[in-house]
T-cell receptor
Framework: DTEVTQTPKHLVMGMTNKKSLKCEQH?????MYWYKQKAKKPPELMFV???????INESVPSRFSPECPNSSLLNLHLHALQPEDSALYLC?????????????FGPGTRLTVL | QQQVKQSPQSLIVQKGGIPIINCAYE??????FPWYQQFPGKGPALLIA?????SEKKEGRFTISFNKSAKQFSLHIMDSQPGDSATYFC???????????????FGAGTRLAVHP
């Protein structure tokens, strides 16, 4: 199974709402990533977890809160978002040892903030 | 120095043509250069990747050419098909981390359209 799944596929939320994005993989990968992708732009790295510990936070605003409850799951908790946060949110995973580890991407969650 | 510059922004070719997408970088610490293909509504998928100690790599109809001295690399798609119409991103792995995970820096992307 080389699949990364993400739920929901689409999400519409108001600026006062609290919502969560979920990501799951069963490839035994111990590195998991959150990216943000705006239309016609490349993915931008937000967070990296390695062995369930936050390893990289690319100066992401605190209204985005990541969580890695176990080696297969990655969540992104959203609170008090702004309309400019509307984007495709991509999850990815990779091996966490060795070199040149391929990142496998999920299909993304299309988020719209009203 | 952390940028990867990609060109062209968009490309239109006829079926059977050979589109070429170019990327350039400045940071000599980059040590892994993958290309990703992304279809609308989908996440990026790894197409082919190369390390700087190799000058060329072929996988099926896709070829990466790498010029270490010029700090440039390019993707060639042989016998292009309408199904190859997608956005292509070059990337570079930036920095080294004890965790073994990758920090990828993406180029801006090239939207390729292959007409029948």
């Amino acid at each position: 199974d080389t699949e990364v799944t993400q739920t929901p596929k689409h999400l519409v939320m108001g600026m006062t709402n609290k919502k969560s994005l979920k990501c799951e993989q069963h490839m035994g990968h111990r590195a998991m990533y959150w990216y943000k992708q705006k239309a016609k732009k490349p993915p931008e790295l937000m967070f990296v977890y390695s062995y369930e510990k936050l390893s990289i936070n690319e100066s992401v605003p605190s209204r985005f809160s990541p969580e890695c409850p176990n080696s297969s799951l990655l969540n992104l908790h959203l609170h008090a978002l702004q309309p400019e946060d509307s984007a495709l949110y991509l999850c990815a995973s990779s091996q966490a040892t060795g070199s040149y580890n391929e990142q496998f991407f999920g299909p993304g969650t299309r988020l719209t903030v009203l | 120095q952390q940028q990867v510059k990609q060109s062209p922004q968009s490309l239109i070719v006829q079926k059977g043509g050979i589109p070429i997408i170019n990327c350039a970088y400045e940071n000599t610490a980059f040590d892994y250069f993958p290309w990703y293909q992304q279809f609308p509504g989908k996440g990026p998928a790894l197409l082919i990747a190369i390390r700087p100690d190799v000058s060329e790599k072929k996988e099926g109809r896709f070829t990466i050419s790498f010029n270490k001295s010029a700090k440039q690399f390019s993707l060639h798609i042989m016998d292009s098909q309408p199904g190859d119409s997608a956005t292509y991103f070059c990337a570079a792995r930036g920095g080294t981390f004890s965790g073994g995970y990758n920090k990828l820096i993406f180029g801006a992307g090239t939207r390729l359209a292959v007409h029948p």
